[in-house]
């Protein structure tokens, strides 16, 4: 299959999972979406992610972000895990986990990276908008666990831009200051963001978070 890239559409699929049988699209609704794949269960950083991820949970929640996880192991194994998990984390794993055994939603989303591994998923991390298109592609080697903060903060950005003429700059948080969109000019800017415009450079201008 062709590499998946931001703006396509993300591949629906039906799987079994921690919690069952689920279609992806329907388990997404109208919300947002974040599909995050593990090598394999019973290993220590994909323990200490899903705990986390498991943490976290409320914050993505209040984002109305569905979570998902995935790795190549089996529903039963999965749920021997979770208890690990739980028991380890100090946590309850509260959103499901792709059983992937036949590799066929590794395949759609191309997270085995034969030269990295050739059976085990990579830490591909995939945020899909309501329209089911993809908005962000991470991907990290199996030694190193992601954080779930910027997870967090790159949610804030894909959501407050879908919806506001602006970017975010470096190491951006939510409630700072915002960069308006290149293509608006500065007169028409300032008619948009009624908080201010700063205009640093013709090109480089500043407003509050509209949202804030
Ligand atoms: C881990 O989750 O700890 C892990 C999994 C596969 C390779 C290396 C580390």
Not at 82 to 105: G, L, S
């Amino acid at each position: 299959m062709a590499t998946l890239r931001l703006g396509d559409s993300a591949p629906d699929f039906t799987a079994e999972t921690s919690q069952g049988s689920l279609n992806f699209y329907d388990y997404l609704g109208d919300g947002w979406g974040i599909l995050f794949s593990h090598p394999a269960d019973f290993t220590p950083v994909c323990t200490t992610e899903l705990g986390t991820a498991a943490k976290f949970k409320s914050e993505f929640d209040k984002r109305n972000v569905k979570m998902m996880a995935l790795s190549v192991d089996g529903a039963a194994s999965h749920n021997e895990w979770i208890k690990d998990i739980n028991e380890t984390q100090n946590t309850v794993v509260n959103f499901p986990i792709i059983a992937d055994e036949d590799r066929k939603v590794s395949d759609l989303y191309d997270m085995i990276h034969p030269n990295a591994d050739d059976t085990l998923t990579v830490r591909s991390v995939f945020i899909i908008g309501p329209d089911k298109k993809i908005k962000l592609i991470l991907t990290y080697p199996a030694s190193t666990g992601r954080n779930f903060y910027e997870l967090l903060r790159v949610v804030d950005s894909l959501q407050l831009t879908a919806y506001h003429k602006v970017a975010t700059p470096a190491n951006w948080e939510s409630g700072e200051k915002v960069v308006v969109s290149p293509a608006i000019p500065t007169n028409e800017a300032k008619e948009i963001f009624t908080k201010g415009v700063e205009e640093v450079k013709p090109y480089l201008r500043l407003t509050p978070d509209p949202t804030a």
